[in-house]
């Protein structure tokens, strides 16, 4: 048993009690790290007769995946860029091509970067418009901290300069000579964009925008038609944009339009004018135009008015056309819109259930569009539309061994919640399955964010699914699958509406013969975590086991520590506890401060040592109480990767032994081992 220490804390005249709160201490007290390492092998122990059934799941995960595979190339300028993986190999070798039967030429090999190291991500790297030098950001702690690195691209040399805390963006201007990059501050934020000229020390960099508020993180991106560099201020419900020319280094930065509270806006650029889509006007967003010469709020002209039924989620220009996409009825499509004509076409699809997204669109001057596509039963394919003859071609499809789509059945439910509203649910099950509660559930869940979770094929649930359970995505409020009021119907004070529709549609599910209460098995994670840890709390005797990855569980004392990384970005999706209203609000259904002497249901949660977003303790400080209060004897179990972050092991088939893990310690709940 791990030991306790009270430490109080107070706010608005209230003193709370964290008995566990030394956790967090892990360079001053050895203790921390011991405990962490003490739940490894008590998991290890605790499955120590699943090792053959996890070999197993590894292997069949692993047999979905093509070892040898590669991307297919996507044009830009005169080359045409990929990716591809070879045998043994955890991690992609980016490559070009001199033309379509060019020598292949390779940019980075991730699995040289990695050799010696536990953890490796290149985070962004960018090619410059001569082709001649690349730059690109490392990552070996999972931390996401990442150095930034140039490469002259003729000898394979490395520039002597290295820039330090250096985040997601690099943007080379025209000249190829120099580009800006993202940096990060002491608590982790981007906070700033810098200029660097390749060959000159990293101290003389030119600050060309920075922002203050913690509530905001900062971006760079180079339209389509690389006339202009984008600046970015982006928090969570409102923006800011500047731009700059990417002809002049030395130009001026210019702003767009100040940020505003109550509206937020993304910016494109087309001949002569920006292109905007904002929900200043409408909440599902529309799209006004004005010029680059006079940009404020008061030129901006409607192009595309906002709508109720859709939901506009981006607008890109290229040549000759735009592509808007949307979401109706909570699915995507993708709307053509012709420049000459202003005459649409859509690219949709005729599946119930299904995830399309943008593709590899790297020329401006091009007339094809191309997408990713999947639905539950069917692999992941590239397509490309042809804005002249309006057909689709399938470029590459996933292979998956002994997958017959066929043999699954996909449905998109609607289910009524406690306060009327209708929650989105898609469901995968085999044919052979039969609807009368018997076979086991496995829901999943994330609710946060406006983030949706789209319901694409995963090969890799397959593994639970052939051993007899169906399985359901669902779609609570404070996701945006219904549009962006479906998101704000899930937030700040309506935070609660996410875990309801949760917990009442996995009772639907049971009630349609899906599982019974009690087999049901949710999993999520990092603000999907948090719903799991409000489920736990909600509706302990509906699910059998629970899977909270990277949870978010400790909510009101990490959203009161304003010394933590993403707390201030936070307030305008959980509210800020510094107001009593808020405080109170988020200490109702936090999951640690929520944990009562009752019969809780297995539970494993899983944590990064190096996590910036969701810390390591809060898993291990929930973990801990939830067993000083289990009045029941099911198994609580915490799994913790000492070398990683927030997305665990980072290699393609090295993560696949942690899902193997999970999946096993779920498998030995339902005695399906």
């Not at 209230?14 to 956790?23: G, K, L, N, S």
């Not at 906002?306 to 506009?312: A, F, N, Q």
């Not at 995963?458 to 052939?466: A, H, K, Q």
């Not at 290699?651 to 193997?660: H, I, P, T, V």
Request: one cysteine or more.
């Amino acid at each position: 048993m791990p030991k306790k220490i009270e430490h109080e804390l107070t706010a608005h005249g209230e003193t709370r009690v964290d008995e566990y709160y030394w956790m967090r201490n892990l360079e001053e007290d050895k203790d921390v790290k011991e405990f962490l390492i003490d739940q490894n092998n008590t998991l290890e122990e605790y499955l120590e007769d699943t090792k053959a059934l996890q070999q197993e799941l590894y292997d069949e995960m692993k047999s979905r995946k093509k070892e040898v595979d590669q991307t297919v190339p996507a044009k830009d300028g005169d080359y045409y860029y990929y990716d591809r993986y070879v045998k043994g190999g955890e991690y992609p070798i980016y490559c070009r091509k001199l033309g379509e039967n060019g020598t292949e030429e390779i940019l980075i090999d991730v699995n040289e970067l990695a050799k010696g190291q536990e953890y490796m991500d290149v985070g962004a790297y960018s090619v410059s418009p001569d082709a001649k030098l690349i730059a690109y950001t490392v990552d070996d702690e999972g931390d996401e901290v990442y150095k930034l690195y140039i490469k002259n691209l003729e000898t394979g040399e490395l520039f002597s300069e290295v820039i330090e805390d250096s985040y997601s963006s690099i943007c080379w201007f025209n000249d190829s000579k120099s580009f800006c990059y993202n940096v990060l501050n002491e608590k982790l934020r981007p906070y700033e964009v810098r200029l660097h000229i390749v060959g000159t020390k990293v101290e003389t960099d030119i600050v060309l925008y920075t922002e203050e508020s913690g509530e905001y993180f900062v971006h760079c991106s180079k339209g389509n038609d690389e006339k202009y560099i984008f600046m970015m201020s982006a928090g969570s419900i409102s923006s800011e944009y500047s731009y700059i020319s990417a002809d002049d280094s030395s130009g001026e930065v210019k702003l767009i339009q100040k940020k505003n509270a109550s509206f937020e806006y993304d910016v494109d650029h087309h001949s002569g004018y920006f292109y905007i889509l904002t929900n200043d006007e409408h909440h599902n967003f529309r799209v006004v135009k004005c010029p680059v010469e006079d940009c404020s709020r008061e030129n901006w002209e409607e192009v595309i008015s906002g709508s109720d039924e859709r939901y506009i989620l981006n607008y890109e220009s290229f040549k000759d056309f735009a592509v808007m996409t949307i979401k109706e009825n909570g699915l995507k499509k993708f709307q053509i819109i012709h420049h000459d004509t202003g005459k649409s076409d859509f690219v949709e699809f005729p599946q119930l259930a299904y995830s399309a997204s943008e593709g590899d669109n790297f020329e401006y001057k091009t007339n094809k569009f191309r997408l990713n596509y999947s639905s539950l039963n069917t692999p992941w394919s590239v397509l490309e539309y042809d804005i002249t003859t309006k057909k689709i071609a399938e470029l590459k499809k996933q292979e998956i061994p002994d997958f017959n789509s066929d043999d699954y059945i996909v449905e998109r439910l609607f289910l009524e919640v406690r306060d009327g509203s209708r929650v989105p649910v898609s469901t995968l099950r085999k044919k052979s399955t039969s609807l009368n509660g018997e076979a086991p559930l496995f829901v999943y869940g994330y609710g946060s964010y406006g983030h949706s979770v789209e319901p694409g094929f995963r090969d890799d649930y397959l593994s639970l699914i052939e051993r007899g359970f169906n399985f359901a995505i669902i779609h609570p409020r404070g996701s945006a699958t219904l549009g962006r009021s479906w998101y704000e119907e899930g937030k700040f004070l309506k935070k609660k509406n996410t875990f309801f529709d949760f917990v009442d549609c996995t009772k639907s599910l049971c009630v349609l013969g899906y599982a019974r209460e009690g087999n049901v098995f949710a999993m999520g994670g990092s603000a999907g975590g948090l719903l799991m840890g409000a489920i736990t709390n909600i509706a302990p005797t509906l699910y059998k086991t629970i899977v909270a990855q990277v949870p978010f569980v400790d909510v009101l004392t990490t959203m009161l520590d304003k010394d933590l990384p993403l707390t201030e970005l936070e307030y305008k999706e959980w509210g800020n506890p510094e107001y009593k209203e808020y405080y109170d609000y988020i200490k109702s259904y936090s999951p640690y401060d929520n944990l009562a002497e009752t019969s809780y249901p297995n539970i494993l949660a899983t944590a990064g040592l190096n996590d910036p977003r969701v810390t390591y303790w809060e898993p291990a400080k929930w973990v801990a109480r939830i067993r000083d209060r289990n009045l029941g004897n099911a198994q609580i179990h915490m799994y913790t990767n000492m070398d990683a972050g927030h997305g665990g092991a980072s290699g393609r088939f090295e993560y696949l032994k942690e899902e193997a893990m999970v999946f096993s310690f779920v498998l030995k709940n339902f005695e399906l081992n």
